[in-house]
């Protein structure tokens, strides 16, 4: 079975430069993604697992190289579109959740939707699916404050859900959560790319989540080769 990458990464170099010092954060990174496939990305902290996503997900632009995302050329994109992108074709999962401390479980999960203006009945049919999805429907209307890591994860994923994105890229989404609560995370991510259809990216550092992923693509220093099945 053949079928196009649905992300596309070529010749991917990125260097940071902070006052005389480079730091070559990746260099010539090449691989690709395929429908439906759960691909973790796995190295040492500072080996450069936060700029590729950043890079793939058009949080930031690389020194040279290509990033194609759902047909979608990345790396060719003005600021504007790289932010419908984020809104819909690429749902992001921080380390750190990143939701938002006034609002309740329901109202994070659907700030997306507002922004691509989804009519409120809709709105709230799919905030209900979503954190049913997650297991989270009897805490919709608990702040972050009021959950645990684990919630808290569920509900940033439910959230970048909400539009129906073709790709989830996950950043270290278990770093925060004790072993326990990051298997279950990672068990969720799982379920989602089976039933959701969506494609994941995730970086991880923890050896013990990686068998649930389809393909482990090492980065060592910038430099990524696709890992051996365990
Ligand atoms: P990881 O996510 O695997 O921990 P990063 O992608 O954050 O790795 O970092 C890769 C390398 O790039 C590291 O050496 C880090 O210090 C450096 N780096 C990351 N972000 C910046 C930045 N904004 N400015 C300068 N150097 C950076
Ligand atoms: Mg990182």
Redesign the pocket.
């Known amino acids: 079975m053949s079928s196009e990458p649905l992300v596309l990464v070529e010749g991917l170099r990125?260097v940071?430069?902070?006052g005389p010092?480079e730091?070559v954060?990746?260099r010539d990174v090449s691989f690709s993604v395929f429908p439906g496939e759960l691909v973790a990305v796995r190295?040492?902290?500072?080996?450069?697992?936060?700029?590729?996503?950043?890079q793939i997900g058009g949080l930031d632009r690389p020194d040279a190289g290509r990033v194609v995302v759902s047909g979608h050329e990345v790396t060719a994109m003005p600021d504007e579109a790289l932010l419908e992108l984020r809104r819909d074709v690429v749902g992001f999962v921080f380390q750190s959740f990143g939701l938002i401390p006034v609002l309740s479980a329901a109202e994070n999960v659907g700030v997306p939707m507002r922004l691509v203006r989804m009519p409120v009945d809709e709105r709230e049919e799919r905030i209900r699916l979503l954190l049913a999805l997650v297991g989270l429907e009897q805490h919709a209307n608990q702040r972050p404050y009021e959950l645990s890591g684990g919630q808290r994860q569920r509900v940033a994923i439910a959230r970048s859900l909400a539009n129906r994105p073709r790709l989830l890229v996950a950043?270290?989404p278990t770093g925060q959560l004790d072993s326990q609560s990051g298997r279950q995370i990672m068990e969720l991510l799982r379920a989602l790319v089976r039933s959701e259809g969506v494609t994941a990216l995730v970086?991880t550092?923890d050896p013990s989540l990686l068998t649930l992923a389809d393909r482990v693509l090492e980065?060592s220093d910038?430099a990524v080769r696709e890992a051996a099945l365990t």
């Open positions: 990125k940071y430069r902070t010092r730091v954060a990746l190295g040492r902290s500072g080996s450069g697992k936060t700029t590729l996503l950043n950043d270290e970086a550092h980065i910038g």
